[in-house]
């Protein structure tokens, strides 16, 4: 497993229970590409990982008492992934496929992409869509509002 040679301005870290099951996962589901991990006490607590997705790099540990806390401990997350794919169709099924549980099925929306999310079996939120139309933000903005109040 290859470290990038280069570390992008922003990534995502996330904490969840059982690392190297969210791994699995992550490259079932997203075809996430496992870069190394790093191990603590044992080969099954992992202290640090990283996986690329597309061009995107996530960071990943189990909880740490103290220090982090998964969705599953805190109930939820607020954070919602938001990944750009091919075909939004297609990868959400994979992500089903793979464990995720649905949240809002893929469908059209009124920015101009096909979009749907899931939260994957760690807690964690993924809006997966891709782009079906350019449109700029004030024609978005007629779109939403005209849409009815609660949509």
């Not at 099951?21 to 590409?33: H, N, P």
């Not at 190394?36 to 008492?65: K, N, Q, V």
């Not at 939004?88 to 893929?106: E, H, I, K, N, P």
């Not at 101009?112 to 964690?124: I, K, L």
């Amino acid at each position: 497993m290859n470290t990038p040679t280069t570390y992008p301005a922003l990534s995502a870290y996330i904490t969840v229970k059982e690392a190297a099951k969210a791994i699995e996962f992550y490259k079932a589901a997203f075809d996430a590409k496992e870069l190394f991990r790093l191990t603590m006490g044992g080969p099954d607590c992992i202290a640090h990982a990283e996986l690329s997705i597309r061009d995107t790099l996530i960071m990943l540990s189990e909880e740490f008492p103290g220090m982090s806390k998964s969705p599953q401990t805190l109930g939820g997350s607020p954070v919602t992934f938001c990944l750009i794919v091919d075909n939004a169709d297609a990868a959400f099924a994979q992500a089903v496929a793979a464990g995720a549980t649905v949240l809002r099925a893929v469908a059209d929306q009124f920015y101009g992409f096909r979009s749907g999310c899931v939260t994957d079996p760690f807690g964690h939120i993924w809006m997966i869509q891709h782009q079906t139309e350019t449109l700029t933000p004030q024609q978005m903005q007629e779109r939403m509002s005209a849409m009815p109040q609660g949509s």
